[in-house]
């Protein structure tokens, strides 16, 4: 669809939503604009020798808090306009989960496929010396983080790049889903993969949510399919998996696979990391192409790959009573608006993906503090908790084994307070906007958008408008 702007289409949902506000269109159309716009060119000096211009942009969004957050993406779709709706959507979503950031994106226009690892790392570090020189990257300023294409390897680089620049004490918190051993988190990987999950997990919990549906409460025997197997689509299906979902198709680039019966994920892994692909996959159906499979038959469908996967060509044939927009803009507002009306439940990208920004939060926080999670803590509770489990054997009949008192002694490490963070992160988020969707009597994605408009429109207000 050549005529699909990204930008416009994250603007129509916040207009709508914005009827719902109080405040006048000057102040809302300021929170809708892009703060700062950096686009760049830069060569290349490829292995064979060849020079080739890379263009690469980072979007600020909204400075109403700082430092401006969201991830880089490497992908040949990448332009000023899509970068530019992803750095809104951080924005809203940062608002919606209580994140103290405002939004911004970034993206390189390239097919990583083409390049090789050191070409990628030319590259990577070229795109950080130009954010650095331009003022677009520091712990105070501007946070990168992995997104489509990139990764923890990607992060590295970045972080070693900005330390060669600057010698300031907080420089570990200049970009977040690092590797560990440069001041990454546990769980950081999985968390936005993870977070799909708890929020998936809420909306099913909710007896009359699931009811308006017409599903069974419970993840639980739910059927889903996936679109893309990446970070995040993998990790919102393992989580969905091993709670006892059933994963009945798989889209990918190369093709998507059905069976009614249930998908072992865990072999489907080891079967594309032997293969390449996912098609073929014993005892499933290949179907004749990638998007064949949204419209099978399932309770859950989760777009995870990239936006503009569900619109109008295809809206009318979507089945499942559940959309879990893992991915940013999956969805157009046109094929929202035929989803929802036949009606199925779109929990929305502004909400549900955002356990990978929260996470990121808990690791800049981690950085600039110096200190992991649970260090001074964890010994202090465990001995606290085996001093009140020996009181509790004193005085009844009962004696714990040593696996007992290992798990009831357990203190919170880093791994558990940020999976208890996300997880609260996410229920909290999901019962606020649900109660504004029913407030207004409108969609849980216009309660996201309400919800983040109220909370910037007060910051906006109080903020000094200079001359
Ligand atoms: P990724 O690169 O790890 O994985 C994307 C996967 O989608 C790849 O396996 C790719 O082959 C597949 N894919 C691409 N086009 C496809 C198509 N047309 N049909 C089926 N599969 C296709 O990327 P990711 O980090 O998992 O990001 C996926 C989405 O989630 C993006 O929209 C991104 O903005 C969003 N997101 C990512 C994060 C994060 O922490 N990584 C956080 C929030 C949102």
């Known amino acids: 669809m050549s005529n699909y702007k990204f930008f416009d289409q994250v603007n129509k949902a916040f207009d709508k939503a914005a009827a719902y506000t109080k405040f006048d269109t000057g102040l809302l159309e300021q929170l809708k604009a892009c703060n700062a716009v950096l686009h760049i060119a830069f060569p290349l000096k490829r292995d064979d020798g060849t020079i080739e211009v890379i263009q690469g ?9 700082l430092p401006t957050k969201g991830g880089i993406r490497y992908s040949m779709m990448v332009n000023e306009d899509e970068t530019m709706a992803l750095a809104a959507l951080m924005t809203y979503k940062c608002a919606v989960v209580d994140v103290p950031f405002g939004g911004a994106k970034g993206g390189i226009m390239i097919n990583k496929a083409k ?5 990628l790392e030319r590259i990577t570090r070229r795109y950080t010396f130009e954010l650095y020189k331009k003022n677009f990257i520091g712990p105070a300023t501007d946070v990168p983080a992995p997104d489509y294409g990139t990764g923890a390897r990607e992060m590295g680089w970045i972080l070693d790049t900005y330390r060669q620049l600057s010698d300031e004490l907080n420089a570990d918190g200049c970009v977040t889903g690092k590797p560990l051993e440069q001041g990454g988190i546990r769980g950081r990987t999985e968390a936005t993969g993870r977070g799909v999950f708890f929020g998936i997990q809420e909306a099913c919990d909710n ?11 419970g993840v639980e025997g739910k059927t889903f399919v996936i679109q ?3 970070n995040v689509g993998y990790h919102a299906a393992k989580n969905l998996y091993d709670a006892g979902a059933i994963l009945v198709g798989v889209a990918e680039v190369e093709g998507s696979i059905y069976s009614k019966k249930g998908i072992n994920l865990d072999a489907l892994m080891e079967y594309r990391a032997e293969k390449g692909v996912i098609t073929g996959f014993e005892g499933t159906k290949t179907l004749k192409d990638s998007g064949s499979v949204l419209k099978s038959e399932c309770d859950i469908l989760i777009p995870a790959a990239l936006e503009n996967q569900l619109n109008i060509k295809n809206a009318n044939s979507i089945k499942a009573k559940i959309i879990g927009e893992a991915a ?18 779109i929990i929305p990208d502004n909400y549900l993906n955002a356990g990978g920004v929260t996470v990121s939060y808990f690791e800049w926080l981690k950085n600039i503090q110096h200190v992991r999670f649970g260090r001074l803590g964890k010994r202090f509770e465990e001995d606290s908790y085996r001093k009140i489990l020996s009181v509790i054997e004193a005085v009844s ?13 357990k203190g919170g490490g880093e791994e558990d307070l940020v999976d ?12 606020q906007i649900n109660e504004i969707r029913k407030v207004h009597n409108v969609d849980l994605r216009t309660a996201a ?8 429109g007060n910051i906006y207000e109080r903020m000094g408008i200079f001359p």
């Open 228 to 230: 893309g197997l990446g």
């Open 420 to 431: 208890s963070g996300l997880k609260d992160t996410m229920i909290t988020s999901y019962n």
């Open 115 to 119: 390049y090789s690892d050191a070409e």
């Open 328 to 345: 940013n803009g999956p969805t157009t507002i046109d094929a929202h608006e035929i989803i929802k009306n036949r009606g199925a439940l």
């Open 57 to 65: 942009w980072r979007v600020q969004h909204s400075h109403h808090k």
């Open 449 to 456: 958008f309400i919800n983040a408009i109220e909370k910037l």
């Open 207 to 217: 007896a009359e949510d699931m009811k308006e549906i017409g599903l069974e409460r």
């Open 397 to 409: 009949e009962r004696q714990f084994s040593d696996k007992e008192l290992k798990i009831l002694a």
